[in-house]
């Protein structure tokens, strides 16, 4: 029997420069995380924003314009069919020693980002599910997933990816007092003119 590894994905790495890095961690150092919940009220989940909108705050103006133009070149790789992204939503992610975060997707937008702010533990794992695995039918046990990358964080890093990609993040390891991130999702703008031959469409809102 011969086996053959096929369906692979594509991830984007892109470095800031000072600029940019020092802009994102006086916003994410800045927030007042004394005052933000645990993800999902579970503690070893760390915290997330209750702000989904950091795009907003006038200190991320040249972020945001920076991640919006890695994105729209991701968008070029990929040949996509629109004039560029622009970013929908933006919050940022905070981590102490062993916290982690579980396997998820962002199932409302078309590319999604993670920026490193500080911190190089806690590795983000992306992986696909096992297509042989149907809740139905389950003949496979468990919904498993294979992880087909480990991306260790390195502060001024941005890594874009396919929205419906699933992604976690492994522990902190104990000597990590903070872990920052800004995760960030984008959606096209202009005419989505669609393949040849299809009729396309245009999203005002993005417009």
Same mark, same amino acid.
């Given at each position: 029997?011969?086996?053959?590894?096929?369906?692979? +994905? =594509?991830?984007?790495?892109? $470095?800031?420069?000072?600029?940019?890095?020092?802009?994102?961690?006086?916003?994410?150092?800045?927030?007042?995380?004394?005052?933000?919940? @645990?993800?999902?009220? @579970?503690?070893?989940?760390?915290? +997330?924003?209750?702000?989904?909108?950091?795009?907003?705050?006038?200190?991320?103006?040249?972020?945001?314009?920076?991640?919006?133009? *890695?994105?729209? @070149?991701?968008?070029?790789?990929?040949?996509?069919? *629109?004039? !560029?992204?622009?970013?929908?939503?933006?919050?940022?992610? &905070?981590?102490?020693?062993?916290?982690?975060?579980? &396997?998820? /997707?962002?199932?409302?937008?078309?590319?999604?980002?993670?920026?490193? #702010?500080?911190? #190089?533990?806690? $590795?983000?794992?992306?992986?696909?599910? /096992?297509?042989?695995?149907?809740?139905?039918?389950?003949?496979?046990? !468990?919904?498993?997933?294979?992880?087909?990358?480990?991306?260790?964080?390195?502060? !001024? +890093?941005? #890594? #874009?990816?396919?929205?419906?990609? $699933?992604?976690?993040?492994?522990?902190?390891?104990?000597?990590?007092?903070?872990?920052?991130?800004?995760?960030?999702?984008?959606?096209?703008?202009? /005419? =989505?003119?669609?393949?040849?031959?299809?009729? !396309?469409?245009? /999203?005002?809102?993005?417009?």
């Amino acid at each position: 029997m011969e086996v053959l590894e096929i369906c692979p +994905t =594509q991830i984007y790495l892109f $470095q800031a420069s000072d600029e940019v890095h020092e802009a994102a961690l006086k916003t994410a150092e800045g927030w007042d995380w004394n005052m933000t919940f @645990q993800r999902d009220k @579970q503690s070893h989940y760390g915290k +997330t924003s209750h702000d989904y909108h950091w795009e907003k705050i006038p200190e991320m103006r040249p972020v945001v314009e920076w991640m919006e133009d *890695c994105a729209t @070149q991701v968008g070029e790789e990929q040949d996509c069919f *629109c004039d !560029g992204f622009e970013v929908a939503a933006c919050w940022g992610n &905070r981590s102490e020693s062993r916290q982690w975060h579980h &396997r998820h /997707n962002h199932p409302f937008s078309f590319l999604s980002s993670i920026y490193y #702010v500080k911190g #190089v533990t806690g $590795q983000t794992w992306f992986s696909r599910s /096992n297509p042989y695995y149907d809740s139905t039918l389950r003949l496979v046990e !468990g919904e498993s997933s294979d992880i087909i990358a480990k991306i260790t964080p390195m502060p !001024g +890093t941005l #890594v #874009v990816f396919p929205s419906k990609l $699933q992604h976690s993040v492994s522990a902190v390891s104990d000597e990590e007092r903070e872990r920052l991130t800004i995760s960030t999702n984008y959606m096209p703008i202009g /005419n =989505q003119i669609g393949v040849p031959g299809s009729i !396309g469409w245009s /999203n005002p809102k993005f417009s």
